[in-house]
């Protein structure tokens, strides 16, 4: 059995993405905050077909992450991929120049990319090592490669985590387990000047499922749309 956990499960990438593996026989765990929405989402995969379970959690809240990918563990008889993009919240919304930057605006963002992901890694890698396979995906925008000094805060945050994945994929190298980066520079469904979407969210996902499938020796993978 086959399984993925998504923590930041929302409509938009998220959905595609758990549609991505779930067309492919792989059940489905939707971790984020908002359990009214993870129903929604659970009840639109199991309608095609996809099974798949809510499991709520705040990735603030590290213990309550923890628990809820055991919880989608013990359900689904393991993890086998782990995703994180919880992008929608992107922690605080204040407008913050480095010049303007307060050690409080970076620590928040800080906890909300880059602790919640070693936290849901840490809850995952040990049986993942044990089996000798896995993957971990970690997503970013566009300020973890091209940072703008509207977002200070955030970028450092995501450039961090960015980081960091590339230093774990540099750890697991040999051992079947997959890390990698993907950096989003991109706006998913929203028109740009010409009347297109700049990337839609099945696009995008195709790349989490290369990642895992075909190109397990990739550390980062962007897209530029």
Known sequence: MTSIA???AGPQLGLAIARTF???????????????????????????GITAAAFSADVLDRD????????????????????????????????????????????HEIEFHLYGAIA???????????AGTGTLLFTTSA????????????????????????NLHKE???????AAHIGLDATIGTPTFYGQPQ???????????DLHITNRDQAERIFRG
């Open 120 to 130: 849901a890694t840490k809850a995952v890698l040990p049986a993942m090592r044990e």
């Open 22 to 48: 779930g067309s492919q026989g792989y059940d489905v765990a939707l971790i984020s905050r908002n359990r009214t929405k993870l129903d929604d989402l659970v009840g639109t995969l199991t309608a095609e």
């Open 172 to 178: 697991l190298a040999d051992t079947g387990i997959q």
């Open 199 to 209: 990337a839609t969210a099945g696009q995008l996902s195709l790349l989490y499922w």
């Open 6 to 8: 998504i923590v930041g």
């Open 143 to 166: 300020g973890s490669i091209n940072p703008q000094p509207a977002s200070a805060h955030i970028s450092t945050a995501m450039a961090a985590l960015r980081n960091w994945t590339i």
């Open 64 to 107: 309550a992450l923890t628990q809820a990918l055991k919880d989608a563990a013990a359900q689904f008889g393991g993890i086998d991929v782990l995703e994180y993009s919880p992008s929608a919240g992107l922690g605080t919304s204040a407008v913050t120049t480095p010049a303007g930057t307060e050690p409080a605006h970076v620590e």
